[in-house]
């Protein structure tokens, strides 16, 4: 058992998880399609926010299966970020607390009402979630380049 994964399966939020790279590529392809989605002006911001937030979502679970891993029960969401900030938190703490708190945010966009996210933090998300993207990207083929397809 990795020692960053250690509380959150003792908790069972978390169970084993044997993924490969055909999985790994097809949560690449949701975040890729996130992203040029959450980039469309013509969606609300409340919108574009959900949709770059998922894209963040995603790259943070193919992270999570790399390490072999995935989470379980409710609040799977919170859970994967953060199991991001187990597997280092100096390198991912920040970005996790981030985007937990985005998740708050598009929770009551997507289940209380419209208007919780405004236009700058849509794109500032976006461009958050493009950068994580490309580190998730990078994390996985340098510590799991069995995953990456050629």
């Given at each position: ?9 003792r908790e069972g ?103 919780y996210a405004s ?32």
């Open positions: 058992m990795k020692r960053h994964s250690a509380r959150l399966l939020r978390i169970r084993p998880h044997r993924t490969n790279p055909a999985e790994i590529a097809d949560l690449f392809a949701v975040v890729e399609r996130d992203l040029t989605d959450a980039a469309i002006e013509a969606l609300s911001s409340d919108r574009r926010f959900a949709t770059s937030y998922n894209a963040a979502l995603q790259a943070a679970t193919a992270m999570m299966y790399a390490e072999g891993y995935r989470t379980t029960g409710v609040g799977h969401h919170r859970t994967t970020f953060e199991f991001l900030k187990a597997v280092s938190v100096s390198e991912f703490g920040d970005l996790a607390d981030y985007f937990d708190d985005c998740r708050r945010k598009r929770n009551r966009a997507d289940y209380v009402g419209v208007g236009d700058t933090e849509a794109r500032h998300l976006l461009v958050e979630a493009r950068k994580f993207a490309e580190i998730a990207r990078t994390w996985v083929r340098e510590r799991h380049p069995e995953l990456t397809l050629v």
